[in-house]
T-cell receptor, first 113, second 114 residues
């Protein structure tokens, strides 16, 4: 069965702290794709990153970084030096062989000034 | 470039009324997806199209829901008759050919059925 687990329902940190959002997935497919999306309080869903199963290189984009480890079926997301504008709900998703996205429940991130 | 466009942004209606949500995907995208988001159930895929053809509608809750895509630049999601439990945010998303491509979401339609 395809499944995405985001065990952290809500995380609260003080601005400038680093924070890691966990994502664990289950799939039987050998080829698959993982995604992270951000949903700020305004409600839109913003694409952040895509990673395919053959590429385990970590990705860094500014203050954002992603750690993909097939051995532990994890695709974790770290924000360095968090800012208030990072406050949002973050979703991890897995694309299955039917082109559908299997979504995690989301992690609500609160950055306090 | 214009992103995915949805209308209306907000809709308030009374139980039993027909509701039509509209979506214009990103030009050149071959896949179109309709999602529903609620606090209780999170994000649910309702239906998706490839090249205007419905591929999987197994997520459509019941016969009151229907979706069409008459051409590559327009899709509708209709609820008839609407019920209070249909209250949710409905998102439309599109992606380029090839399932590996990321989906880009519209701003959503917040539907309230009284």
């Amino acid at each position: 069965a395809q499944k995405v687990t985001q065990a952290q329902t809500e995380i609260s940190v003080v601005e400038k702290e680093d924070v890691t959002l966990d994502c664990v997935y289950e799939t039987r497919d050998t080829t698959y794709y993982l995604f992270w999306y951000k949903q700020p309080p305004s409600g839109e869903l913003v694409f952040l990153i895509r990673r395919n199963s053959f590429d385990e290189q970590n990705e860094i984009s500014g203050r954002y970084s992603w750690n993909f480890q097939k051995s532990t079926s994890s695709f974790n997301f770290t924000i360095t030096a968090s800012q208030v504008v990072d406050s949002a709900v973050y979703f991890c998703a897995l694309r299955d062989s039917n082109y559908q996205l299997i979504w995690g429940a989301g992690t609500k991130l609160i950055i306090k000034p | 470039d214009a992103g995915v466009i949805q209308s209306p942004r907000h809709e308030v209606t009374e139980m039993g009324q027909e509701v039509t949500l509209r979506c214009k995907p990103i030009s050149g995208h071959d896949y179109l997806f309709w999602y529903r988001q609620t606090m209780m159930r999170g994000l649910e895929l309702l239906i998706y199209f490839n090249n205007n053809v419905p591929i999987d509608d197994s997520g459509m809750p019941e016969d009151r829901f229907s979706a069409k895509m008459p051409n590559a630049s327009f899709s509708t999601l209709k609820i008839q008759p609407s019920e209070p439990r249909d209250s949710a945010v409905y998102f439309c998303a599109s992606s380029a050919a090839g399932g590996s491509n990321e989906q880009f979401f519209g701003p959503g339609t917040r539907l309230t059925v009284l």
